[in-house]
């Protein structure tokens, strides 16, 4: 496995591959990798031949100083991580000036997808996710690119601005991976005590609770109030907990097909976001 961390050195590589007929797939991080990262890398079984796993802590996209500094780093445990999986062929690890160099004056704006959800409390959020991504798959000359569906209305964000721009990847969602207890895998469960820890295992009993009373008939502004207050009691601020169609991510008052729960929720200091799919009837 290849550690590159300049623009250059990729470029050299990747043209190599392209002039070879290979193609590239690549999974884009913030680092601190788990086995949710690890999935989005299984998932390019079978769809390139080549794959690049980045890894930047993105500033413009934090709008929160503290978070960006606590977020957690750990470069050499996670090359060690993908390097033992025998399937990533370069790390991509480019620093703040490379990426961002002096003059840097653009930003890349997913507008209306931008402003709801979490782009409602961390304004500007989104607009430095479009940056870096589209700089990530211009770098990287990726055909087949792959986003977690944790971060869903990220994936939409993603897609939007693929399809508006005409870039040249193909967008891969993959499935949520959730530890035995059900919590969605983030890099920011490591932030979490042990005490914490067990008591974040709430979010998700709470939101399959949610769908399940919707899916028994509870009006859908009930069975939402009535979660909001088990998370409440359980120690969390809730930011948001909404019903939307999960294609244009418009606010729904009634379970129909393709529809998704969507909740934000933060917990001793760590912000956790996750959603769930309306389960298909039998």
Same mark, same amino acid.
């Given at each position: 496995?290849?550690? !590159?961390?300049? &623009?250059?050195? $990729? &470029?050299? $590589?990747?043209?190599?591959?392209?002039?070879?007929?290979?193609?590239? =797939?690549?999974?884009p991080t913030m680092g601190a990798? %788990?086995?949710?990262?690890?999935?989005?890398?299984?998932?390019?079984?079978?769809?390139?031949? &080549?794959?690049i796993v980045t890894i930047f802590?993105?500033?413009?996209? *934090?709008?929160?100083?503290?978070?960006?500094?606590?977020?957690? &780093?750990?470069?050499? +445990?996670?090359? +060690?991580?993908?390097?033992?999986?025998? /399937?990533?062929?370069?790390?991509?690890?480019?620093?703040?000036?490379?990426?961002?160099?002096?003059?840097?004056?653009?930003?890349?704006?997913?507008?209306?997808?931008?402003?709801?959800?979490?782009?409602?409390?961390?304004?500007? %959020? *989104?607009?430095?996710?479009?940056?870096?991504?589209?700089?990530?798959?211009?770098?990287?000359?990726?055909?087949?690119?792959?986003?977690?569906?944790?971060?869903?209305?990220?994936?939409?964000? !993603?897609?939007?601005?693929?399809?508006?721009?005409?870039?040249?990847?193909?967008?891969?969602?993959?499935?949520?991976? #959730?530890?035995?207890?059900?919590? /969605?895998?983030?890099?920011?469960?490591?932030?979490?005590?042990?005490?914490? #820890?067990?008591?974040?295992?709430?979010?998700?009993?709470?939101?399959?609770?949610?769908?399940?009373?919707?899916?028994?008939?509870?009006?859908?502004?009930? +069975? $939402?109030?009535?979660?909001?207050?088990?998370?409440? /009691? =359980?120690?969390?601020?809730? %930011?948001?907990?909404?019903?939307?169609?999960?294609?244009?991510?418009?606010?729904?008052?009634? !379970?129909?097909?393709?529809?998704?729960?969507?909740?934000a929720a933060t917990l001793g =200091?760590?912000?956790? !976001?996750?959603?769930?799919?309306?389960?298909?009837?039998?």
């Amino acid at each position: 496995m290849h550690i !590159i961390q300049t &623009r250059k050195d $990729l &470029r050299a $590589l990747v043209g190599q591959w392209r002039n070879a007929g290979e193609t590239i =797939g690549v999974v884009p991080t913030m680092g601190a990798l %788990h086995d949710g990262h690890l999935a989005l890398v299984k998932a390019l079984d079978g769809k390139v031949t &080549r794959r690049i796993v980045t890894i930047f802590v993105n500033p413009i996209q *934090f709008n929160n100083a503290e978070d960006f500094q606590l977020y957690p &780093r750990g470069v050499d +445990a996670d090359a +060690a991580l993908l390097a033992a999986t025998g /399937a990533v062929d370069v790390l991509y690890t480019p620093s703040e000036q490379e990426m961002y160099p002096p003059g840097f004056a653009t930003r890349v704006m997913v507008s209306g997808l931008d402003s709801m959800l979490c782009g409602g409390d961390r304004p500007g %959020h *989104f607009d430095g996710v479009a940056t870096v991504v589209s700089k990530l798959l211009n770098q990287t000359g990726a055909h087949v690119a792959a986003f977690g569906e944790k971060d869903y209305q990220q994936l939409c964000i !993603i897609r939007r601005l693929v399809s508006d721009l005409d870039m040249p990847v193909d967008i891969l969602p993959v499935p949520t991976v #959730r530890e035995a207890d059900g919590l /969605a895998l983030s890099s920011r469960n490591r932030r979490f005590t042990p005490t914490q #820890r067990q008591q974040a295992a709430l979010l998700p009993a709470a939101l399959s609770a949610c769908l399940a009373a919707m899916q028994a008939g509870q009006p859908c502004d009930s +069975a $939402l109030a009535d979660c909001t207050a088990t998370l409440q /009691a =359980g120690g969390f601020t809730v %930011h948001y907990l909404e019903l939307r169609a999960q294609q244009t991510l418009q606010p729904l008052s009634q !379970i129909e097909p393709g529809a998704r729960l969507f909740v934000a929720a933060t917990l001793g =200091g760590v912000r956790l !976001i996750d959603n769930m799919p309306v389960p298909t009837p039998a």
